[in-house]
């Protein structure tokens, strides 16, 4: 045992031949040693395993020791191959169950069903509901319960509870076939009637084939005559179409030259917009050299005026300077000719 209730860890234990007894207090887990035994052997009711779901059957942990989230519980068997009816003299029965649900059910380490499991015990007096197996109460149980209930234990005790279930098996099997059968018969009244209608369909069928093979002896005499048509068609338009060929030809030719010539008259007016964008930026030039003698003319123009003012204005004054030159010379011609005579 693996996690399973209160065995944290692997425990195993030994029966040998004869009576074994597991002896202690109170909640020391004598009664999880006989619940192992029953959840590995498949018992399926939580409640007959005092839990409320399966999942409770996994260490849920203590003060000491953190929760797992696994329990396993293998039950080995020695000298059983008789008991077992197996070729194998050690058979190893094993169940675990995970905290998310999953369970898996194995013999001899290989994963089985549980009616694998169920059908291995049957008539060996060990199971979850057999003879072999008796908690505390249940021996009263069954002393106190109805006869069929008992029967039941009797019956697995006299080895008949697998012959019993092959019976029930079969009765299922035969009663299974029967419904088949049931449902052939249904089967055959419905395919007779299908066929009924499919020799109608087969009817209208050859019927069909041979208008079809009529309308395709038509269709083809149309068709024939009308490829006859086609030919003549065709034949004509061929001939049109070497016209329009060489009328295609002449154009293409027509359009090269016609494209030379755009080329042409494209490099021309290149040329020529290259001119009047040089004459366009002379232009400009002589414009900006014209405005600036302009300018330099209004200027000469501002000076003449006035070096024309000034020479008018230093001629009134040479004028002057001489009329005053005159008078002074006069003035000085009379003292001289004064002076010379006061001498003589």
């Known amino acids: 045992m693996i996690g399973f209730k209160s065995f944290v860890k692997k425990t195993r234990l030994d029966f040998e031949r004869g009576l074994s007894t597991i002896v202690g207090p109170n909640g020391c887990g004598k009664s999880n040693i006989a619940d192992a035994v029953r959840w590995v052997l498949g018992e399926q009711s939580a409640k007959a395993l005092r839990g409320a779901k399966m999942q409770d059957v996994i260490f849920s942990g203590t003060d000491n020791h953190k929760p797992l989230g696994m329990a396993e519980v293998n039950l080995t068997l020695a000298d059983c191959e008789e008991a077992l009816g197996t070729e194998y003299h050690e058979v190893t029965v094993s169940r675990r169950v995970l905290r998310s649900g999953e369970g898996q059910y194995l013999i001899n380490r290989t994963p089985c069903r ?11 007096g060990i199971g979850t509901s057999s003879y072999s197996l008796m908690e505390q109460g249940k021996i009263d149980q069954i002393l106190s319960s109805r006869p069929e209930d008992r029967r039941a ?10 012959y019993k279930a092959d019976k029930r098996e079969a ?6 076939t029967e ?8 089967i055959i009244r419905e395919v007779r009637r299908q066929i009924i209608s499919l020799q109608r369909q087969a009817g209208k069928a050859r019927r069909y084939t041979a208008m079809r093979d009529r309308l395709r002896a ?3 005499f149309h068709t024939r005559e009308r490829l006859g048509d086609l030919d003549s068609e065709i034949q004509d338009l061929e001939n049109k179409l070497a016209v329009f060929r060489e009328r295609q030809e002449a154009a293409r030719e027509e359009l090269v030259g016609l494209e030379s010539d755009s080329a042409d008259a494209r490099k021309r007016i290149e040329e020529r917009e290259s001119e009047i964008a040089e004459a366009m930026e002379n232009a400009a030039s002589t414009r900006g050299e014209l405005d600036r003698c302009r300018e330099l003319i209004r200027v000469n123009q501002d000076r003449i005026v006035e070096i024309e003012t000034i020479s008018q204005r230093d ?5 002057e300077a001489a009329t005053r030159m005159r008078e002074h010379q006069d003035h000085l011609n009379r003292e001289t000719h004064e002076l010379l005579q006061a001498a003589g």
């Open 218 to 220: 038509y269709d083809i």
């Open 114 to 124: 549980l009616k694998d499991i169920q059908r291995l015990f049957m008539d060996t």
């Open 179 to 186: 419904a088949n059968l049931l449902r052939l018969d249904d």
């Open 171 to 176: 009765l299922h099997k035969l009663d299974h």
């Open 153 to 162: 234990v009797f019956e697995e005790a006299s080895g008949i509870t697998k």
């Open 315 to 319: 001629t009134r004054d040479a004028e």
